[in-house]
Antibody, heavy 118, light 107 residues
């Protein structure tokens, strides 16, 4: 069974750049999978942030597209999210997940709470 | 964006009950719909994909149905482990979007 684990800061100041990493217990190089970031502000619905394939191809949520970058490090079995110019509205639990075109997200990390506050 | 609306938001039920959750999409999405279960403090778990296909390892008391813009998730006989929050997700068009969730609580 593949496990995913998010890591990164739990507290970040407004206007700073948030960097999160998802470590995967197995290879991230399989071409039929995509690797996704999803977030959930407290009391709100889940929001899909974007996904990346091992090829480097990405799809981002248009509402965040100008501020996000995703990347992969296949040698470390990791993929990452970079979110610039954060505000309090970016406070959320951030999840990484593995996806398939047909099934969507069949493996998720436990989530990491990120608070944006001065 | 495609809006996903679940009903009810909260459902009170007892062990052994049959429960049904509805998910409506603001546009037709064929059968590109998934259902997830989330327990407090835990990662979401995929239950159903392509509207009606059961994920491997998911008990057969769970079933999904529907197509187009209206979908259902049914639990035929509720078990203690099934008290959780359920949410739907469309993957027909970007950006992929989720329902607001349905909490199944003990009556």
């Amino acid at each position: 069974q593949v496990d995913l684990q998010e890591s990164g800061p739990s507290l970040i100041k407004p206007s700073e750049t948030l960097s999160l990493t998802c470590s995967v217990s197995d290879s991230v190089s399989l071409s039929n999978y995509h690797w996704t970031w999803i977030r959930q502000p407290a009391g709100k619905r889940l929001e899909w942030i974007g996904r990346i394939y091992v090829s480097g191809n990405t799809n981002y949520n248009p509402s965040l597209k100008s501020r996000i970058t995703m990347s992969m490090d296949t040698s470390r079995h990791q993929f990452s999210l970079r979110l610039t110019s954060v505000t309090a509205a970016d406070t959320a639990v951030y999840y990484c997940a593995r996806g398939l075109e047909i099934k969507q997200f069949d493996r998720w990390g436990q989530g990491i709470l990120v608070i944006v506050s001065s | 964006d495609i809006q996903m609306t679940q009903s009810p938001s909260t459902l009170s039920a007892s062990v052994g009950d049959r429960v049904t959750i509805t998910c409506r999409a603001s546009q037709t999405i064929s059968t590109w719909l998934a259902w997830y279960q989330q327990r407090p403090g835990k990662a979401p778990k995929l239950l159903v994909y392509e509207a009606s296909k059961l994920e491997s390892g998911v008990p057969s008391r769970f079933s999904g149905g529907g197509s187009g813009a209206e979908f259902t998730l049914t639990v035929s006989r509720l078990q203690p482990d099934d008290f959780a929050t359920y949410f739907c997700q469309q993957y027909s068009r970007y950006p992929w979007t989720f329902g607001q969730g349905t909490k199944v609580e003990v009556k």
